[in-house]
């Protein structure tokens, strides 16, 4: 019996669905400077943009400053967000660019390009993990390359469709195919080793 980390595609979209139907009506009330429904929207989306950072970056008082940093530039533009709906691809761009700068400055991030495994990206991209093994996932993402971690968490963990992460990463859609390709494999790979210890 399968359980956690199979992608449930009309449970995620319909869940998504619901999210950003509520989430644009406080973003509205937030584009008019309402504080209550800032504080609703960071008390709602934090954990999930927390989890999303953790993957990116491992000193836990820098994700919380970029926390801080990504909540800052929400509340300067979300004036500037013509669509409501849009706000999850848009607070995770802005999280993925804070994040971003930092590993930069660390010299810990490589951009990459190629796409040249895009056209055999795999149409069944769904993971399924016995309950027992979520816990020791998470880990193992953790030991994934930092780029194919980042796709696997959108995706997978988050919902976000392949349009989605082209917006929230900034690369195009055969470039996240081509990471959630290689990301599955991988993830796989590091799976059968584990069963096998």
């Known amino acids: ?3 956690l980390y199979t992608r449930d595609i009309n ?5 998504m669905e ?10 509205l009330k937030c584009q008019r400077r309402d504080e209550k429904a800032f504080r609703e929207i960071v008390n709602s989306w ?3 943009l927390y989890y999303y950072l953790r993957r990116l970056v491992e000193n836990e008082n820098d994700v919380w400053d970029i926390l801080q940093e990504t909540w800052l530039a929400v509340f300067q533009n979300i004036r500037k967000l013509q669509d409501p709906l849009k706000f999850p691809t848009w607070l995770y761009r802005i999280g993925h660019n804070k994040a971003v700068n930092l ?33 020791h996932v ?4 953790d030991k994934i390359k930092l780029a194919h971690r980042e796709v696997l968490t959108l ?17 195009s859609e055969g470039t996240v195919k081509s990471r959630l ?10 799976l059968k080793g584990a069963n096998h210890v």
Not at 11 to 15: I, L, N, P
Not at 18 to 27: P, R, Y
Not at 181 to 190: C, T
């Open 1 to 3: 019996m399968t359980y």
């Open 11 to 15: 449970g995620a979209e319909k869940h």
């Open 18 to 27: 619901q999210d950003n139907q509520s989430n644009a009506i406080l973003v």
């Open 46 to 48: 934090e954990p999930r």
């Open 103 to 135: 590993l930069r400055k660390e010299n810990k991030y490589a951009q990459i390009t190629t796409e040249h495994i895009a056209n055999h990206y795999e149409n069944n991209t769904t993971i399924s993990v016995v309950k027992e093994q979520a816990e």
């Open 138 to 141: 998470h880990k193992l993402l």
């Open 155 to 171: 995706y997978f963990l988050e919902g976000f469709s392949i349009s989605e992460m082209s917006q929230i990463i900034g690369i």
């Open 181 to 190: 390709y290689y990301a599955k494999h991988k993830l796989h790979e590091a």
